[in-house]
Structure formats: structure tokens, C-alpha cells
């Protein structure tokens, strides 16, 4: 019987969710949350407990969690729910929407998301924990660090390379060959074709 836990009930979980339910790969699927007991449900997914249950709920058999809190500008709360679940021993597995394209010459590391009509291309690599949100598009050969969030409709032409903690804003264009630096902001509708130094925030014509 495969099991998971989502850790995290906002948003972005219900996104998940909505895969997760057009995957049916799990048997059974729980929530753990900050807001519990004041939050019992989300969508249609029970919330068994807060962060506090994760070492019970793995000796009750479940193997694997998937960070289900998303990010904007700060990757903090992801990256310490990442480092508090290895500890725990879970597997965190890599998930990816029906509807999505991955070439199967694209590398997904451990609790990446990519959502429903994104596109991974060819060769591309995308770090772990890192979100290639609903509609993004990363061409072959791009590189998306750790962390990193291409957010929605975004696209990173061919051969990009996005450190990790990186903000890809909605809808931004980075062209071909470009770098984005480590904890870089690309402002939602950017166009890049200059490269991106490390936490740069940047918006609008990036030139
Ligand atoms: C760029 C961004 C990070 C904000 O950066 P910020 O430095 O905090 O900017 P502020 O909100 O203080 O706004 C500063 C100015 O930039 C403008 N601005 C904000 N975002 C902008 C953007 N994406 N493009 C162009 N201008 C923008 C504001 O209107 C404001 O203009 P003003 O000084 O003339 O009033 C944010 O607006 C953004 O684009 N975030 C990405 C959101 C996103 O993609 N979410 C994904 C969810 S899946």
C-alpha cells in the first residue's frame, strides 16, 4: 500500500493535490499542518495532525512526504521542512502531473513539483525541491538549482542556468544561454537577456 504525507495545507497543496489525484499512484494521502485541529481538511484530503505527528505517522508505516508549502520570495520555510524530513528518514518523491511533458532525457531530482502543462525538456536537470509550476517551460539543457521556483507560465529558453532559491516570476522570459545567480528574484513578467548576479531582484526589461 503506497502512502504519503503532504506536509502543508495552503495553496500550493491544493495543487498537489489535484495531481496527485490524476496520478492515482497513492493509496492513501494525509495532511500534516500548523493549523491543525482549526484545519481538518483540504479539498478532499483529511488533516491527520501538525509537524509534530511526522515521526509517529513514519512508524505507522508512512515512507514518504512531499513538501507541500510553496514559495514566493523566501525558500526558508522549504528548505527547513526538506531538512526535517530527511531527518525524519522519509523518502520525499518527485512529482509530476499527467498533463505535464518531461522528456525522458530530463533529470528530476528528489521533491521537485512540475505541474500541470509544464514542459522539462531534453537534458534539462532540475534540482531538488524545486517547482516548475502550472504552464512553465524549460528548455533543453536549462539547469534549475535547488530550491528554485519557475513560476507559473514562465520560460527559460534553451541552455539557462537558474541557481538554487531562485524566483523565475509568472510569465517571465529568460533567453537562451542566460545565468541566474543563487537567491535571485526575476520579477513576474520579466524579459532577461543579460545574465543575473546572486540575490539580484530584478524586474521588467533585464537588458
Ligand atoms: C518583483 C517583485 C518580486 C516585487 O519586488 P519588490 O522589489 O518588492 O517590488 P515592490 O512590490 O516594492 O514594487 C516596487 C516597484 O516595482 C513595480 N513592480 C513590482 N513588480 C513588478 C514586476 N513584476 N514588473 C515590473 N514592475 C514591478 C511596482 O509597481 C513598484 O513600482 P513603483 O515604485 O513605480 O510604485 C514582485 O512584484 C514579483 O513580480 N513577484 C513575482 C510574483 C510571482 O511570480 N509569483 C508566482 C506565483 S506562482
Given at each position: 500500500?503506497?502512502?504519503?504525507?503532504?506536509?502543508?495545507?495552503?495553496?500550493?497543496?491544493?495543487?498537489?493535490?489535484?495531481?496527485?489525484?490524476?496520478?492515482?499512484?497513492?493509496?492513501?494521502?494525509?495532511?500534516?499542518?500548523?493549523?491543525?485541529?482549526?484545519?481538518?481538511?483540504?479539498?478532499?484530503?483529511?488533516?491527520?495532525?501538525?509537524?509534530?505527528?511526522l515521526?509517529?505517522?513514519?512508524?505507522?508505516?508512512?515512507?514518504?512526504?512531499?513538501?507541500?508549502?510553496?514559495?514566493?520570495?523566501?525558500?526558508?520555510?522549504?528548505?527547513?521542512l526538506?531538512?526535517?524530513?530527511?531527518?525524519?528518514?522519509?523518502?520525499?518523491?518527485?512529482?509530476?502531473?499527467?498533463?505535464?511533458?518531461?522528456?525522458?532525457?530530463?533529470?528530476?531530482?528528489?521533491?521537485?513539483?512540475?505541474?500541470?502543462?509544464?514542459?522539462?525538456?531534453?537534458?534539462?536537470?532540475?534540482?531538488?525541491?524545486?517547482?516548475?509550476?502550472?504552464?512553465?517551460?524549460?528548455?533543453?539543457?536549462?539547469?534549475?538549482?535547488?530550491?528554485?521556483?519557475?513560476?507559473?507560465?514562465?520560460?527559460?529558453?534553451?541552455?539557462?542556468?537558474?541557481?538554487?532559491d531562485?524566483?523565475?516570476?509568472?510569465g517571465a522570459?529568460?533567453?537562451q544561454?542566460?545565468?541566474?545567480g543563487?537567491?535571485?528574484?526575476?520579477?513576474?513578467?520579466?524579459?532577461?537577456?543579460?545574465?543575473?548576479?546572486?540575490?539580484?531582484?530584478?524586474?521588467?526589461?533585464?537588458?
Amino acid at each position: 500500500m503506497k502512502k504519503l504525507i503532504l506536509v502543508g495545507g495552503g495553496g500550493h497543496c491544493k495543487s498537489v493535490i489535484d495531481t496527485l489525484r490524476r496520478m492515482q499512484q497513492y493509496d492513501e494521502i494525509i495532511i500534516v499542518d500548523a493549523a491543525y485541529p482549526d484545519c481538518r481538511n483540504v479539498l478532499d484530503v483529511k488533516v491527520a495532525g501538525d509537524d509534530a505527528a511526522l515521526p509517529e505517522l513514519k512508524k505507522a508505516g508512512f515512507a514518504e512526504a512531499f513538501v507541500a508549502v510553496g514559495s514566493v520570495k523566501s525558500t526558508a520555510v522549504r528548505r527547513s521542512l526538506f531538512l526535517q524530513l530527511k531527518e525524519y528518514g522519509f523518502t520525499l518523491p518527485a512529482i509530476v502531473d499527467p498533463l505535464a511533458c518531461v522528456s525522458p532525457y530530463a533529470k528530476l531530482a528528489e521533491g521537485v513539483f512540475v505541474a500541470k502543462r509544464a514542459v522539462v525538456n531534453a537534458d534539462a536537470k532540475i534540482g531538488r525541491m524545486a517547482i516548475i509550476n502550472t504552464g512553465a517551460i524549460v528548455e533543453h539543457d536549462c539547469v534549475v538549482g535547488d530550491f528554485a521556483h519557475v513560476a507559473v507560465g514562465a520560460v527559460l529558453c534553451g541552455g539557462v542556468s537558474v541557481g538554487s532559491d531562485v524566483l523565475i516570476g509568472a510569465g517571465a522570459t529568460v533567453i537562451q544561454g542566460i545565468g541566474v545567480g543563487d537567491g535571485a528574484v526575476v520579477g513576474a513578467g520579466s524579459t532577461v537577456v543579460r545574465s543575473v548576479s546572486a540575490r539580484q531582484n530584478v524586474k521588467g526589461l533585464v537588458k
